[in-house]
């Protein structure tokens, strides 16, 4: 495979963390999982002031250090799985800050930026809002708790998804449609996803699974 470095993405409950383990298990790649870790998010989601602000902080800088520690460890040079994007982290700041926050972050990710490794392929699950609603109450135990999102906010981060790899150019980028697809990601279904990805230029492609639900 051309492709050493991998990022799979989409919005909560896309179905990230599934895809990447399912697709290292069959290639023999080493994982990279996000760090998901952040004491300001149950506050950021409850609406407590000043969560908003530090919940990203903490994310930016702990995705940093994850993906310092991992080019020093250099795993980046065997084939690498990661369930996030680096960049993917401007997409929350700029949903959720307001001018000045924004203007602190941007100062602070202009610092970082140049220390990341560069996917050779991007992979982004586009879903549905209304599946994403579903699959986020189905992984709360369906009680509506202050660490998740509520329906609203869900469905402004999906939009902001899509805004986002529509304008999305830095790599190679495959979008998989999955609104009529589960996250089992079955043997034949993922034959084809490897034959998508082999047969990937340095383009956009767009890609319907096989296998519906």
């Known amino acids: ?3 050493r470095h991998i990022a799979i993405e989409g919005p909560i409950a896309a179905g990230k963390c599934a895809l990447t383990e399912r697709l290292a298990a069959r290639l023999d790649a080493g994982v990279v999982l996000d760090d998901t870790e952040n004491p300001f998010l149950a506050d950021f989601y409850a609406g407590r002031a000043g969560a908003a602000f530090q919940a990203p902080l903490v994310s930016l800088l702990a995705r940093h250090r994850q993906q310092i520690g991992l080019r020093q460890s250099d795993l980046f040079n065997r084939l690498t ?19 000045n926050e924004l203007f602190i972050y941007q100062r602070l990710y202009d ?5 990341i490794v560069t996917p050779d392929l991007v992979i982004y699950l586009q879903t549905p809002t209304d599946l994403l609603r579903k699959r986020a109450r189905a992984q ?3 009680d509506d708790t202050e660490a998740a999102p509520d329906d609203r906010y869900l469905g402004e ?7 986002f ?12 449609e999955m609104s009529g697809f589960d996250l089992a990601w079955g043997e034949r279904t993922l034959d084809d996803l490897l034959k998508q990805i082999e047969g990937m230029g340095g383009r956009t492609r767009y890609y319907v699974p096989r296998t519906a639900v």
């Not at 994007?85 to 800050?97: E, G, P, Q, T, V």
């Not at 981060?157 to 805004?163: D, F, I, S």
């Open 1 to 3: 495979m051309d492709f």
């Open 81 to 99: 799985i990661s369930d996030y994007l680096f960049d993917k982290d401007k997409i929350y700041a700029h949903l959720n800050l307001d001018d």
């Open 111 to 115: 610092l970082l930026a140049p220390d």
């Open 140 to 142: 709360a135990g369906g």
């Open 157 to 163: 981060l999906n939009e902001a998804y899509h805004h």
């Open 165 to 176: 790899f529509f304008h999305y150019t830095a790599t190679p980028l495959l979008v998989v």
